[in-house]
């Protein structure tokens, strides 16, 4: 068994989005009425099989509050996966799309980072496929999704899915690398 590097999931997003309930109804199955803030970063640890590879999968649970957008470039510089939280029922939130994608683009050099957008509490309050869609292709995001942490619809979905992108890319990277290491030996084995 083959264990990799680990996986970086930073979840981001504005204060009262849903971020911790999020993460707590995929890693516990479960969802709390009472909202409680998270101050700074929370970072809990999961580990994965996938085929013959296992994986430790690090989630950074960001705080929301007024200082976030100055600790956020720190945690997403060097992370595998970006799930940005907005919430369906906050027009705030959801008309940030464009701070978001500056956000992204300034601090995110590796091309290979998953970003995810993620609407929540659709159980409140849903939009149409093409709202979702349009918001997420203006962000720039490669995966988006609509979920309700008290039903839990979709969540382990974001999860699954934003994981699984991130081995794919991981994988395509070393073909990529294979085949300059290839390329470069029969460069010079012709000369």
Known sequence: MNEQRPINVV?????CVGKTSLLKRYREGSFDE?????IGLCIETQEIQNGEERFKVNYWDTGGDYLFPCRLPVFIRKCDAVIVVNAADNCCSLSQI??????????????????VFVVTKCDVKRLTDSQLT???????FNLWFQTSAKSGENVNLVF???IDAVIANRKKQQIDMGEQKRRKFECCCLL
């Open 11 to 15: 979840i981001a997003g504005r204060a």
């Open 34 to 38: 009472i909202y409680s803030t998270t």
């Open 98 to 115: 464009d701070e978001w994608k500056c956000v992204l683009q300034e601090n995110i050099k590796d091309p290979q980072t998953v970003l």
């Open 134 to 140: 349009k918001l997420a292709t203006i962000g720039g």
């Open 160 to 162: 699954e899915e934003t």
